[in-house]
């Protein structure tokens, strides 16, 4: 048996499931066709990816002047949207990784989502490194490979170049780790299915069985894949955050910048998944697995980043004075005060004021005031990259060189058409894989269904020890 | 693979399963191998498995991954092509660190993850030939090979199954 769960925990299944009832609920939304809900929803998903495609297609072919970037303000809508999807991302590597190394059994509730979730952010945000530098046909320069051009390599000093190497690993990890949580749940799948459908989900499931030998190696493999994980994703946006924080930009060269980063993104990464989850426990009727408890935990985890997010700003603002250097010191006065003192203001209500709501656990259990929540803390996190690249680039050092800058409807067609991409991605990874780790889901229910923990429990773990008879089986519970 | 005529029995329950192979192991019965819908726990050391040794080969292969990244960039920027960034010196070390992390976790999570599909014998287009659909979904299997169908052996692995409590008994050429 796993480690022993408390039988006084809140129950992380509940309906009273049994192995089968999970197979059941969690493939089921696989096997039927699509409601109105889904249609409607990827309806308009694919409406948005395709004006997105237009206005990157119109960007390729008449240059970044259709964007209003310009001096000093260089980077703007795109790079806000980059580094906004990467920190989207990093929850579900969170969530299956650093979940998995604290031995959080409630994380298998959200993790495959989660985990899906991280795959489709970061597609979206690696379109932007391709898309702004102009010349995406010659983007393979980026690559070190032995070529004709000197050879010409890649500047490796510059966190530029990490930040490639760092999406495209945390890209391949995540996905690597995504899928092969989900060959034994393909092999369920496929399992129930006929036909064609059967001869796709063989295919995926890549001749999975369910022997001990293969289950011990898996869960040895996922173990090590989350040890590896887990300073990956630390690293990855502290990558991200070295391409503001290695400038002499005023506001951005601080030290500060890789932790409040790094939160930040789990911060806004728990936003999405919890935004995401409420409305497919909703709509696929899994409530049972993707209880009020899950949602509680990830509420605790947006107070705790939040609230580290808040200690990072007043901190920034506590060295720009201490420090006594005015440019410091007139960038905050800037952003507070200047020209894009809306976003800023957006930023603090957002990110700062409104997660201390969940000091309440009334609050941290009420399902609208966590999705409402949610999308607060998705807008604010925009404003917070908004507000470190746009208005700090808007007034650097030399007055004479201040300029403003609005997005073009281009930037704001591709931004729209990044959330086709993602929500496009998404309705179809909930149509044909199952949403929740159906194995590992499985795997607690023996500690914490209903059956056996929190206020209803009438089954006790320590019934099912082994015992000396082998006269006959349980049965059913 | 040689065809093998194999049977098995269907467990309701893993705490049925790990008490069936604690009673397989007394009675010195030899287990082909055991199926189960999720990883139970306490059953390796009981199938006598030996612990997997993926780790060593995620730790080699990341250690590829360090060495060639620290060699790559320093043979480009000190060697190759040299140039001053930023005043800095070519062997530029503490500016190698990101990428040099990043190539030693790509190269540790790829290589472990094919060498774990390759040990398993699975991949895309691997089809395994399941003794049961219900496996996967809630059925734990303990299956014997009966080596070519000798009576005297099926006699014993049956009583076997009926003394340990197995919902369903059955025989299949896999």
Known sequence: MSAIVSPIREPLITGNKSYHDITEDLVSPTEKAPGLAWMLAMGLAVTCLSIGIFCILWTIWKGIGSWNLNRTIGWGWDITNFVWWIGIGHAGTLISAILLLLRQKWRTGVNRAAEAMTIFAVICAALFPGIHVGRIWVVFFFFPYPNTRGPLWPNFNSPLLWDLFAISTYFTVSLLFWYTGLVPDFATVRDRASGFRKKIYSFLSFGWTGSAKHWQRWEALSLVLAGLATPLVLSVHTIVSFDFATSVIPGWHTTIFPPYFVAGAVFSGFAMVLTLMLITRKILHLEDYITIAHIESMNKVILVTGSIVGVAYISELLIAWYSGYVYEQFAFFNRALGPYWWSYFGMMTCNVLSPQIFWSKKMRRNIFVTFVMSIFVNIGMWFERFVIIATTLARDYLPSSWSLYKPSIVEVGIFIGTLGIFFVLYLAFTRVAPVVAIAEVKHILKSSGDQYAGKNAHHHEYEDLPKEKHAHSHGGH | ?174
Request: with cysteine; hydrophobic share 45%; charged share 20%.
């Open chain 2, 1 to 174: 693979m040689r065809e093998k005529e194999v049977i098995y029995g269907l467990y309701n329950d893993e705490v049925d399963l790990l008490n069936a192979v604690k009673a397989a192991n007394a009675d010195h019965l030899d287990i082909m191998d055991v199926y189960s819908p999720f990883p139970v726990h306490g059953l390796d050391p009981l199938l006598g498995l030996s612990e997997s040794r993926l780790h060593i080969a995620g730790f080699i292969f990341g250690a590829i991954g360090t060495l060639t990244a620290i060699l790559g960039m320093s043979w480009i920027h000190a060697h190759d092509w040299p140039n001053v960034f930023g005043g800095k010196p070519t062997l530029a070390i503490p500016s190698f660190i990101p990428i040099t992390f990043e190539l030693t976790v790509l190269f540790a999570s790829i290589g472990m993850v094919v060498t774990f599909y390759t040990v398993c014998g699975l991949g895309p287009g691997v089809n395994n030939k399941t003794l049961d659909d219900r496996i996967s979904d809630d059925k734990f299997c303990i299956a014997f090979d009966t080596h070519d169908g000798d009576s005297s052996h099926i006699d014993k692995y049956k009583s076997f199954f009926s003394k340990t409590g197995a919902d369903e008994v059955n025989s299949k050429i896999i």
